[in-house]
């Protein structure tokens, strides 16, 4: 069982950076993926970026390619969201999740991730 904890969130104006950490209970294993989504109030989850665990190949949703940058931390256990030039588009929920199939980075969605946290709140303001 992996758990996850999320933290950074917080409010911030439009063009401000944030960055979200995710912590994980356990040592995360090399074929794993780690990754972030999104909830917006009245919309659905959706990817935001994710990372192999072995490789640091990295997927991004195209919504924030070139403004946000995940990262990870291997002897730490956590991945890192690292959000700039945040847009009042970008207020949700940001969660952590972690895929422990193997499965290429581009087939992972909401439906399938083995672990998620408890999520933490980005509010943007204009």
């Known amino acids: 069982q992996v758990h996850l904890v999320e933290s950074g969130g917080g409010g911030v104006q439009a063009g401000d950076s944030l960055r979200l950490s995710c912590a994980a209970s356990?040592?995360?294993?090399?074929?794993?993926?780690m990754a972030w989504f999104r909830q917006a109030p009245g919309k659905e989850r959706e990817f935001v970026a994710a990372?192999?665990?072995?490789?640091?190949?990295?997927r991004y949703a195209d919504s924030v390619k070139g403004r946000f940058t995940i990262a990870k931390d291997n002897a730490k256990n956590t991945v890192y969201l690292q959000m700039n030039s945040l847009k009042p588009e970008d207020t949700a929920v940001y969660y952590c999740?972690?895929?422990?199939?193997?499965?290429?980075?581009?087939?992972?969605?909401?439906?399938?991730?083995?672990?998620w946290g408890k999520g933490t709140l980005v509010t943007v303001s204009s």
């Open positions: 356990v040592r995360i294993f090399s074929n794993y993926a």
């Open positions: 999740a972690a895929d422990g199939t193997g499965r290429s980075l581009y087939d992972l969605d909401y439906y399938g991730m083995d672990y």
């Open positions: 990372i192999r665990w072995n490789s640091s190949t990295t």
